[in-house]
């Protein structure tokens, strides 16, 4: 079992419709997560963290935790086309950051 | 604002040379950090500092070397260039104790012919 699994996408959405993108990881010792965008050609960008079950919201973005079920989403609210870019989920494993390797989400204009 | 930036967007070098890739960070970070990335393998971990003159491996350490003098800066050494080593090079901090929110620089692409 992969350390965190993203399906790869593409995901497509329309434009104005909500974005859901999913995250499993397997350390159930695991304590922080994270939410990065990437932009093709450019860096990652961390978006969200999330530490505690349940919800955080900021702005049209929404992190959703479950340790139990061992799984963190994203939701993007309204979405744009500018949302178009692969998104990374991200777990901490001991002392470092273990990177999934992204779903590719593209915002149907 | 957390500031990492790199030394280079872009660089070609060719195979057998000796490649310097710089990063420097602005918010007082403790961790420092080296990736690349691939198409379809993902981000792995080349090098990792948690303190200056400290080093550990990561996934993939062959063929690179680090260095870590200053607090601010890190570099990333490719002793001798081969085309496989041709990537996107990223390099991120972080400041929140171990395992926290990585912040990158704009990423480095490298060319070796």
């Known amino acids: 079992q992969k350390e965190v699994e993203q399906n790869s996408g593409p995901l497509s959405v329309p434009e104005g419709a909500i974005a859901s993108l999913n995250c499993t990881y397997s350390?159930?010792?695991?304590?922080?997560f994270f939410w990065y965008r990437q932009y093709s050609g450019k860096s990652p960008e961390l978006i969200m963290s999330?530490?505690?079950?349940g919800d955080k919201e900021d702005g049209r973005f929404t992190a959703q935790l479950n340790k139990a079920s061992q799984y963190v989403s994203l939701l993007i609210r309204d979405s744009q086309p500018s949302d178009s870019a692969t998104y990374l989920c991200?777990?901490?494993?001991?002392?470092?950051?273990?990177f999934g390797k992204g779903t590719r989400l593209h915002i149907l204009p | 604002d957390v500031k990492v930036t790199q030394s280079s967007r872009y660089l070609v070098k060719r195979t057998g040379e000796k490649v310097f890739l710089e990063c420097v960070q602005d918010?007082?970070?403790?961790?420092m950090f080296w990736y690349r990335q691939d198409p379809g393998l993902g981000l792995r971990l080349i090098y990792f500092?948690?303190?200056?003159?400290?080093?550990e491996k990561g996934d993939i350490p062959e063929g690179y070397s680090v260095s870590r003098e200053k607090k601010e800066r890190f570099s990333l050494i490719l002793e001798s260039a081969s085309t496989n080593q041709t990537s996107m090079y990223l390099c991120?901090?972080?400041?929140?104790?171990?395992?926290?929110?990585?912040?990158f620089g704009p990423g480095t692409r490298l060319t070796v012919l």
């Open positions: 999330i530490y505690s079950n």
């Open positions: 918010m007082d970070h403790e961790n």
């Open positions: 991200a777990v901490n494993r001991d002392d470092k950051i273990i």
């Open positions: 500092s948690y303190d200056v003159k400290m080093k």
């Open positions: 991120a901090s972080s400041g929140q104790g171990r395992g926290g929110e990585q912040f």
């Open positions: 350390d159930r010792g695991s304590q922080s």
